[in-house]
Each structure stands twice: as C-alpha cells, then as structure tokens.
C-alpha cells in the first residue's frame, strides 16, 4: 500500500458542472457566458500558436503591465495563476502552516474548502445569514489567532448576494492587521448593487487586502485559464514562489490582453446577461418561487428537501443546473431561449412542489 497523505481521504473532489450529453440540453451549471471569444480574441490567440513550442512569460509581464495601467497600480502587485482558482491555492500555500486557518462564508464557492484542506490548512466556514448574504459578525467572532486567510466572495457563488462596502469597512476593524483578507471578485462586472464593496477601493487603503480577479467570466475565457491576484508587493512575491511554473499559458496571456482592450465590445455582453439575469428572475418569481436578488451570472433557488425534485424537472426540460444536495439549485444565465426554457421549467416545477 503506497503511503499518501491521511488528510486527503476527508477530501471532497471539486465538482465540476454536469455536461450536456446530447444537443437538446442545455449546461446551465458551471456559471459560464453563453458567447464564444470575441473575433479580436481568436486572431490574438491565432497568432500566438506558432510560438507553442516555447515556454511562457511565467511573470506574465506584458499582462500584468495592461492591468497595472487599468487599476492604476504597481505591476508588482499583481500576481497571475491558471484561473482565479489557482491563485486561491496560492494564497492559502502562502499564508497558512499546517493547521492554520481559512475563514470563509458558507455555502459559497465550493474550492474553498477543498483548497484549504489540500493545503493542510482548516476550513472555518461560518453560516450565511437567513437572506443568503455573508454573516460579518458571526464571522469576526470566528477569527482566531490560528486564521491566516480571510475569504470575501462578492458576489457570492452560488447565492448571487453581495456584501456591502459598510459592512466591510466594519469588518477589517475587527480583523488583526497580520491577517490577509481576499475579496473574490469572479463576479464582479454583473455586479449593479450600487452600496457594494470594491476591492480595489480595500486594496488601496488597507495594507492586508488583495483581490480575486478572473478572466473566466464576464471575460469568456473560462477554456483557456487565467485569473490574478491583487496583493500587496510582498504577498505577490510569496505567489511567485508556490506557484505552478508556467501554468499560464502564452495563449492565455495574450487572449487576456486582447481581452482588455475589448473591453466595450465586452462590456455589450454584460449588458445582456444582466439584462437576462433580470427578467428571468422576475419571471421565476412570478411562476411563485422566492429569488433573493443576485449579482452574479447566475441565480440561486433555495429548495431544501425539494432540491433533487426540482433538479428532476429543470433536466426534464432539458436544463443542467448546479445542485448542492438538501439546500438548493444555482442556475447560471444563458442565452435568452435557454432562460425561456428554465423558466417553463421552473413553472411546471413550482405547481408539482405546491401540489
Ligand atoms: C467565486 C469564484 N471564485 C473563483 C472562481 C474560479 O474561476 P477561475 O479559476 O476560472 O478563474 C470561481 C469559478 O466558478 C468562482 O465562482
């Protein structure tokens, strides 16, 4: 029997959103825009193709030079990762010693945990408040002087809730100044709630604040992975050093430039997501289901013991969603006929539940 690590057998594998497996389904499970790479995209991508061959820029340089410009901050505060999720694990391998602990709101983003673990770090996971937003009290009392990393994600996956820029503020008073707090942003540009936080106006004033950021999402490049860190220069230099060499590929790179300088065209698409994320959820709430509001590219329904029923209609009509087992269905925004199809969906499952 080969020795392995005893702290893995407790650990959950990530789960990856179901996959349509014939043309009449659609994948509403893994939070992914509904639209191919923009045509500027897919030449940038083309042309670097011929350089395969080659290593990447593991410093990403010339990314990180355009997103220094677009935040107005130092290039050497910015660390880069494949996909946001990579840069996660980078933070908690620089923060946390075996044991140490990572706090966080749950239920969101279902890496946390596993990261954590991975990492031989804890996972503290406090309990989300009846109207599915971040519980900040419940949450200072829960730090300890074994918390390391502090986790933020705003909006939150799967609830789609936000968390207010007083409600942070009040927050880091609470948090000892030695303790790094990370607001993940993954959802950031579907975010309209006008009192929220941003994590670039914390990184700035607070010297324990680095932020999540993703090209996966609004950005379309969820296939070709890349995410970065915004982080003081010190905490940068540390993700420097634990993470996987040239794990950012230079297609990725260079999607992710042609990306920011597309980003009116971008910008349209976001438009119409959030457009679509409205009306559906009003349209849900009309069919009778009670929807918090959601500023994610996505909606949560929290069904409890009914979760598995529905789950059985939305497939019925050809609908993949994102289940968490006895607490509810994240069902990410797709284009407007795959919306049309949720909401039948969730119609006919309302008068099968109500009967
Ligand atoms: C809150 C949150 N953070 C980070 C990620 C990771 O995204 P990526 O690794 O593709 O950047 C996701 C993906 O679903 C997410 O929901």
């Known amino acids: 029997m ?15 959103g179901a996959s349509p497996e014939t043309d009449d389904v659609v994948k509403l499970s893994s939070n992914e825009v509904p639209f191919e790479p923009l045509a500027a995209v897919k030449q940038a991508i083309a042309a670097e193709i011929d350089t395969a061959n080659i290593y990447p820029d593991m410093m990403a340089t010339a990314l990180r030079e355009r997103l220094a410009q677009k935040h107005d901050i130092d ?17 908690i391998a ?3 010693d075996e044991g140490d602990e990572v706090l966080f709101a749950w239920r969101s983003f279902e890496a946390y945990p596993v990261m954590a673990l991975t990492h031989g770090a804890e996972p503290v996971m406090v309990p989300l408040t009846e109207d ?14 074994k918390t390391r990393l502090i986790i933020i994600c705003n909006p939150n996956n799967p609830t789609g809730a936000t968390c207010s820029h007083a409600e942070v503020e009040a927050f880091m008073q609470k948090v000892p100044k030695d303790v790094l707090v990370v607001i993940d942003e993954a959802y950031e540009h579907f ?19 680095a932020v999540l950021h993703t090209f996966s999402k609004a950005y379309g490049l969820a296939g070709l992975r890349v995410g970065y860190a915004i982080a003081p220069i010190e905490v940068c230099d540390n993700l420097r050093k634990v993470c996987v060499p040239f794990a950012v590929t230079a297609l990725a790179q260079r ?6 300088d597309a980003e009116d065209e971008l910008s349209e698409r976001i438009e119409q997501l959030v ?9 849900v709430r009309e069919t009778g289901w009670n929807v918090v509001d959601s500023h994610g590219n996505f909606f949560w329904l929290r069904l409890n ?37 949720v909401v039948h969906a969730l119609r006919a499952a309302h008068e099968l539940i109500s009967a």
């Open 75 to 91: 290039p050497m505060q910015i660390a880069v990762g494949a996909g946001s999720v990579e840069v996660a694990s980078q933070l």
């Open 132 to 145: 599915e937003r971040h519980d900040f009290d419940a949450m200072a009392a829960a730090i300890t002087d």
């Open 2 to 16: 080969i020795r392995q690590r005893d702290a893995l057998s407790k650990l959950p594998n990530y789960r990856q």
């Open 305 to 341: 013991e009914d979760t598995e029923r529905v789950l059985g209609v939305l497939f019925e009509y050809g609908v993949l969603s994102r289940p968490f087992h006895g607490e509810g269905l994240r069902i990410t925004i797709g284009d407007p006929a795959a919306n049309d199809r």
């Open 255 to 260: 999607a992710a430039c042609a990306s920011l």
């Open 275 to 283: 457009s679509e994320r409205e009306r559906v959820i009003e349209q």
């Open 94 to 96: 620089a923060t946390c």
């Open 191 to 209: 975010n309209r709630d006008p009192e929220t936080a941003l994590g670039l106006d914390f990184f700035k004033r607070y010297d324990n604040v």
